[in-house]
């Protein structure tokens, strides 16, 4: 299969079930920054999912398609919008990427993208999905290709070097996951160069083998999917504090995390600042920026000065903290608490329209859920920071509760993508 084509550097193959499959960095030439031999494997386990699949051939030395568009310009722009909304045409609710590492801790890693946490009802499923992939795998690699490579699975396994938390795919699965309660499914794997561009892994034969043990583990875990509808319990439906109240919270400028807590997920403040806050050393504090949030723990230390909080990279990642930026953190109320006043009402984005007016389509339902009125514009936000634009409501019984149809003039204002969520807030005529 000639995975690469001048003219487009875009392979893809439609499916039928609800999964999508990305090798946004395949190569197909040596010496060019790329995961070479995703390409073939992304397409064979897609056929035997019956998945979607999106290939991006010799596009990685030129653009990184599964980063956020918004940190390019101009042309470079197209292939990550381009990339983001093919991957989630088909509203999958499992979503997987392909790649390739020279130096992971384990021979095949595997990640969510985003932390996950046995407090958060939404994320129990997931960690159970996770653990029974971990279990399933090796057994079916040993009988498949006759090798068991080692196998490291996050966030259950701290020590995955490759934990994704800067692509633009999982996050925006994340925020469905949180903010929405889309019950959507992501699996990052990092394949090392053996089982990718050694003489043997060139082969059919092991292509075709690698597939088919990747295929059952996850068929026998993720089988059946949830349908695109399918919710879970949101931040703001539970009764543990997150999205609600917090105690002594303080807002805090980012520093960088020391040494020896940048693979932890921590965050890390000056011991005067930690008795600010009534917290003790390991104690679990959320921390917010816009309208995202995540659990974690606190611990002091003296090297990190007064109004700072210290954050390992794949923290600050995950709720789209820049290194200069700034954070509220806080010890949850143990007790329900009404949702505290940055969530505003969110949608995912589930298709963008050819019209140049300003015009979202919403279920009746789903205005009644909201709080909204169709003969009120309404004011839409994408990505923390970004603009915001009023656009007109009008009604699709089609779409489904929790998404939203765009007009294609909203969707390029924002920079938005499918699978996106974003912010409504009635605004005055």
Do not use: C
């Amino acid at each position: 299969m000639n995975l690469f084509n001048a003219a487009d550097p875009f392979q893809i193959i439609e499916g039928g079930a609800s999964i999508s499959i990305g090798a946004p960095h395949h190569g197909t030439r040596p010496n060019v920054d790329a995961d070479m031999g995703t390409g073939p494997i992304a397409w064979a386990l897609a056929q035997r999912l019956d998945a979607r699949a999106v290939i991006v051939s010799n596009l990685r030395r030129t653009v990184d398609v599964n980063k956020n568009p918004l940190r390019f310009d101009g042309m470079q722009q197209r292939h990550p919008l381009r990339y983001q909304n093919e991957l989630f045409a088909a509203r999958p609710s499992l979503i997987i990427e392909v790649h390739g590492h020279v130096s992971g801790q384990y021979a095949i890693e595997i990640t969510t993208g985003f932390d996950l946490d046995r407090s958060a009802v939404g994320d129990v499923r997931f960690l159970d999905r996770l653990a029974a992939l971990k279990a399933a795998l090796p057994k079916a690699l040993s009988g498949k290709i006759g090798q068991t490579p080692t196998i490291g699975v996050w966030p259950i396994d701290r020590d995955v070097k490759k934990t994704a938390t800067d692509t633009f795919t999982f996050q925006k699965i994340r925020r469905a996951r949180n903010l929405v309660g889309a019950e959507w499914y992501g699996l990052h794997i990092e394949l090392n160069a053996e089982l990718r561009t050694s003489r043997q892994a060139k082969t059919q034969a092991f292509i075709d083998a690698l597939s088919d043990a990747f295929a059952a583990s996850i068929g026998s875990v993720f089988n059946p999917l949830p349908n695109a509808a399918a919710t879970i319990p949101t931040r703001a439906d539970q009764s543990d504090g997150s999205s609600g109240t917090l105690l002594s919270p303080k807002t805090l400028r980012i520093a960088l995390a020391p040494e020896k807590y940048v693979n932890a997920n921590v965050v890390v403040v000056n011991p005067i600042e930690l008795a600010a806050l009534g917290a003790l050393d390991g104690d679990a504090v959320v921390i917010r920026h816009g309208r995202e949030e995540m659990r974690t723990t606190i611990t002091g230390a003296l090297t990190v000065r007064l109004g700072h909080a210290a954050l390992p990279a794949r923290v600050r990642r995950q709720i789209g903290l820049s290194e200069r930026g700034q954070v509220v953190v806080g010890r949850p109320v143990l007790m329900a608490a009404a949702a505290h006043s940055n969530n505003d009402p969110q949608v995912v984005v589930q298709a963008v329209r050819t019209a140049n007016d300003r015009t979202i389509w919403l279920a009746a339902d789903e205005l009644d859920r909201l709080g909204l009125q169709i003969d009120r514009p309404i004011a839409i936000q994408g990505q923390a920071d970004a603009p915001i634009v009023t656009a007109v409501i009008q009604i699709d019984p089609s779409v489904p509760l929790r998404r939203a149809a765009l007009s294609q003039s909203i969707a390029d204002q924002l920079v938005l993508t499918l699978g996106e969520v974003i912010a409504l807030k009635s605004v005055n005529a």
